[in-house]
T-cell receptor
């Protein structure tokens, strides 16, 4: 079993839809959680960074961490065609390596 | 502010040749990471440095892979001899602090024929 599981998609939604991206994990020691966005032929770009549980909002993006369920989510409101990319969750713990999910490919259709 | 800079962007070479990938981290960052990305295995950490010192190279697949960081502004990842299964996108990332957000370069797309 992988430490971090992420549905690879692809996920296709119409412009303006709310998008929900999710990851589950098995290591209860994880305490730092991140979401990266990766456009084709580019490097991953940090979107959200959270420590421990709870929600964090930044514009149209909301990151949610539920440590009791070992589950993290990224919500995108009012999705735009420019949001079309692969979204990677990543997590680590003190002294640990950053472990990435496989990535979910998102397509937002105009 | 310049981001992480990697070169070359693309490299195509024949099996058995030496390959050298280069990385310039963000100025002031004290951690540097090398990753490999493939469809099958996703993003995998190969090695990371703290203040130019290699800390953990347990992700380096074989002795054919080596990495150096001679100073705070430059790192190399070398494969010698290269094999077709080394074909992947190699990313360099840097951060200010061990668990602070990592900033990635745009990668080197490596094809070994």
């Amino acid at each position: 079993q992988k430490e971090v599981e992420q549905d690879p998609g692809p996920l296709s939604v119409p412009e303006g839809a709310i998008v929900s991206l999710n990851c589950t994990y098995s290591n209860s020691a994880f305490q730092y959680f991140m979401w990266y966005r990766q456009y084709s032929r580019k490097g991953p770009e940090l979107l959200m960074y959270t420590y421990s549980s709870g929600n964090k909002e930044d514009g149209r993006f909301t990151a949610q961490v539920d440590k009791s369920s070992k589950y993290i989510s990224l919500f995108i409101r009012d999705s735009q065609p420019s949001d079309s990319a692969t979204y990677l969750c990543a997590m680590t713990y003190q002294g640990g390596k950053l472990i990435f999910g496989q990535g979910t490919e998102l397509s937002v259709k105009p | 502010d310049a981001g992480v800079i990697q070169s070359p962007r693309h490299e195509v070479t024949e099996m058995g040749q030496e390959v050298t990938l280069r990385c310039k981290p963000i100025s002031g960052h004290d951690y540097l990471f090398w990753y490999r990305q493939t469809m099958m295995r996703g993003l995998e950490l190969l090695i990371y440095f703290n203040n130019n010192v290699p800390i953990d190279d347990s992700g380096m697949p074989e002795d054919r892979f080596s990495a150096k960081m001679p100073n705070a502004s430059f790192s190399t990842l070398k494969i010698q001899p290269s094999e077709p299964r080394d074909s992947a996108v190699y990313f360099c990332a840097s951060s200010f602090g061990r668990h602070q957000p990592q900033h990635f370069g745009d990668g080197t797309r490596l094809s070994i024929l």
